[in-house]
C-alpha cells in the first residue's frame, strides 16, 4: 500500500455532492502541503485544489466557489467536498503532495457526474 489511499467517490447527477477523503501515511503529514488531482480520460491530470499545513487553500479556477478542500492532521486525512457538480467534473481524483506532488500515486477515486 502506498502513501495515499483515496476514496469517497461514485456516480452523481449534476447539481449533487460528494465529498472524497485521502488517508496519508507518515508522521509528517500534518507538515506536508497537500492537493487533490483529477485525471479525465484521454486528458492529463489536473491540479484541483491545495491546502497547505496551516489550513490555506488554493483552488483551480473551475472549481472555486464549488469544492472546499480540508484536512485533519490527527486523523491524517484530506477532505475534498464537491458540490454543484458538473459533467467536466468527471474523472479519477488523486491526492498527493502540492504543489510538487511526488510519483507515490494512489489509485484514486472514480467521481461519475451524470444523469
Known amino acids: 500500500q502506498g502513501q495515499f489511499v483515496e476514496s469517497g467517490g461514485g456516480l452523481v447527477q449534476p447539481g449533487g455532492s460528494l465529498r472524497l477523503s485521502c488517508a496519508a501515511s507518515g508522521s509528517i503529514f500534518r507538515v506536508l502541503p497537500m492537493g487533490w488531482y483529477r485525471q479525465a480520460a484521454g486528458k492529463q491530470r489536473e491540479f484541483v485544489a491545495q491546502i497547505s499545513p496551516g489550513g490555506n487553500t488554493n483552488y483551480n479556477d473551475p472549481v472555486k466557489g464549488r469544492f472546499s478542500i480540508s484536512r485533519d492532521n490527527a486523523k491524517n486525512t484530506v477532505y475534498l467536498q464537491m458540490n454543484s457538480l458538473k459533467p467536466d467534473d468527471t474523472g479519477v481524483y488523486y491526492c498527493?503532495?502540492?504543489?510538487?506532488?511526488?510519483?507515490?500515486w494512489g489509485q484514486g477515486t472514480q467521481v461519475t457526474v451524470s444523469s
Open positions: 498527493n503532495k502540492a504543489p510538487k506532488p511526488t510519483t507515490d
